[in-house]
């Protein structure tokens, strides 16, 4: 009866909330809920404009804490007040690469055996969200996570082999992506997820080799350059009949894949368990028998490549080919905006932060440190520092991981919770390496309904999703799942007790930096004071907050 007490209410505020959602951003055509029909705008007297020493507001220190972590905790918000957003950022990037240290059963467990395979899968996921919720390295952490969205690995690869995937990542976070993609050409997750592993030439001297373009092929497309030529701010480059120009072509991608061809997974002085037969933490080396590389003469993108040369030669040819192509400084930039800031960033932001991609001030392309400050300092990003400046094109959907690190976060959780039934919890929707294919969980040129503005985020943001915001969290933490998990649920029910005011205050200051519009407030007074959401102060504080954090005025980043 526990768990029925407070979601009665669920089924229809969800569907209330589900429809003004999907109102608002066109793709229906009833009128959303009193608590849904505008967009986030702070209310009077509520927003903290006062600055600190480093001339940041709180209400500014809380707004950058969604775009350079995986939400707003107080300790966050004070140290970015108190240093200010470059001070910061610098102090960040000093910090030392954290990186994932699983326990021998991830590397090597029974796979006949059902419980060590699920407790090998889920520890990859688990102890990513760990890091999410507690980690000092926050931004490296949130710079990873959109590294992984659009160049991802899933369950194609085994559960050591997403360990050192992850720690892949986070070691070029803050690096050179000339020097990432090389990395990530012989790394053995990535060979196994998209098979350059077993991209052979076909020759005399092996008949049965066939090469496989796949990883090439997804290399231009989704990790450096796209489908299309732009132009510097990303804008897509047209013919003289106004049609899109093709960045590369069929051939190119075949004489790619020969380039690529000649790698192998790293020998093992000790023998090797069967679930780490690719050797994950090595990278790979290059095969010793000449024709298992393709050494013929190649032309790519226009460029020659001379015969005779080694695979590492070719993979180094490769990467400054890609790196001196136009198209990655704005390719690279929009991704890295849109999962850090903005969706729909402007042409000039992209262009702004693209020029930085190519030259770093000294001369260097890809310096990721350069990249990331150039994006979080940007005037547009900066802008809505102050209350009702921004433009309503700006913002993002909270996608479903931000939402429920956001939401803990908040709770003050340092671990992640673990169901006693079903083990580690996650984002239903966005559940960490569980992406479907090589696209991620969704493509960034997603659009909105009804609209040319890009929202990819809002395409996991579904029916589904919304009802797992309003009750899945709080069930579980009725049942257990936030043993041992550091959340602070009792100062929530402290205040519900208090009077809902004092709770609405309390959401307030925790998740919509001291800035909650009027609507929300009446809405959740209303639903506090007509709703019967059980005995227990705690469960009905926890249903009030999922409520509040479902609406559009928490689930839309501005």
């Given amino acids: 009866m526990r768990e029925r007490s407070y979601s009665l209410a669920a089924p229809a505020l ?49 707004r950058v804490a969604d775009q350079v972590s995986f939400g707003a905790t107080p300790a966050l918000v004070d140290a970015l007040a108190q240093q200010g957003l470059n001070a910061w950022i610098t102090a960040q990037m000093a910090l030392p690469v954290t990186q994932m240290n699983p326990p021998a059963y991830v590397r090597d467990y029974d796979t006949n ?66 020097t990432f993609i090389r990395e990530l050409t012989i790394n053995p997750a990535m060979a196994v997820f998209l098979d350059n592993a077993s991209n052979r030439p076909t020759s005399d001297q092996c008949p049965s080799c066939a090469p496989n373009e796949n990883y090439a092929r997804e290399l231009m497309q989704l990790f450096t350059l796209g489908v ?4 510097a701010d990303g804008s897509v480059k047209r013919n003289a009949q106004n049609k899109p120009i093709e960045t590369y072509s069929q051939e190119d991608v075949e004489q790619l894949a020969g380039a690529l061809t000649g790698w192998r997974f790293a020998p093992s002085a000790t023998p090797l368990p069967s679930t780490d037969w690719s050797n994950a933490a090595v990278p790979m080396v290059p095969e010793d028998w000449a024709p298992l590389h393709d050494r013929k003469a190649k032309t790519i993108l ?41 969706s729909n960033p402007t042409p000039a932001y992209v ?63 340092t671990k992640n919770l673990v ?38 985020e809002q395409k996991i943001v579904n029916a589904a999703e919304f009802t797992s915001r309003l009750g899945s969290i709080g069930w579980n933490i009725a049942d257990g799942a936030a043993n041992g998990a550091g959340c602070q649920t009792d100062a929530l029910g402290q205040a519900y007790s208090q009077s809902p005011r004092a709770l609405i205050d309390e959401i307030n200051t925790r998740w919509f930096r001291g800035a909650m ?22 469960q009905a504080a926890l249903v009030l907050t999922q409520y509040a954090l479902t609406t559009p005025f928490y689930g839309i980043m501005k």
Avoid at 317 to 335: D, E, K, Y
């Fill in 113 to 178: 055996n059902q419980q060590q395979a699920s407790a090998a899968y889920n520890w990859p996921a688990n102890d990513l969200l760990d890091k999410a919720l507690a980690g000092n390295d926050q931004l490296r952490q949130r710079v990873t996570w959109s590294l992984l969205q659009f160049i991802p690995v899933n369950g194609k690869v085994n559960p050591y082999a997403m360990v050192q995937y992850y720690n892949l990542l986070q070691r070029n976070a803050f690096g050179n992506y000339g």
């Fill in 14 to 62: 969800a569907a209330a909330l589900v429809a003004g959602v999907l109102a608002g951003c066109g793709a229906g055509a009833s009128a959303p809920p009193a608590a849904s029909t505008a967009l986030p705008s702070p209310s009077s007297g509520q927003v903290n404009n006062t600055p600190a020493a480093s001339g940041m507001t709180r209400f500014a220190a809380a």
């Fill in 228 to 231: 299309v030529q732009l132009n």
């Fill in 517 to 538: 519009p009027p609507t929300l407030r009446t809405n959740l007074q209303l639903l506090a004071t007509t709703q019967q959401f059980g005995n227990d102060a705690n």
């Fill in 351 to 413: 262009g702004r932060v693209a020029a930085v991609f190519r030259n770093n001030g000294s001369g260097v392309a890809g310096d990721m440190k350069a990249v990331i400050r150039a994006i979080l300092t940007d005037v547009e990003a900066r802008r809505g520092d102050v209350p009702g400046a921004d433009t309503t094109r700006f913002g993002k959907f909270r996608e479903p991981m931000l939402w429920y690190t956001g939401m803990l976060r908040g709770l003050g959780c």
């Fill in 302 to 342: 226009g460029t020659p490549f001379a015969a005779n040369r080694s695979a590492p030669q070719d993979l180094d040819a490769v990467v400054t080919l890609l790196m001196a192509h136009p198209n990655i400084g704005p390719f690279v930039s929009q991704r890295l905006i849109q999962n850090l800031v903005t």
């Fill in 419 to 456: 169901s006693p039934q079903w083990g580690p919890l996650a984002a239903n929707s966005q559940r960490p390496f569980n992406a479907a294919s090589v696209f991620g969980f969704y493509l960034p040129t997603d659009r909105a309904p009804g609209s040319n503005l890009l929202a990819p």
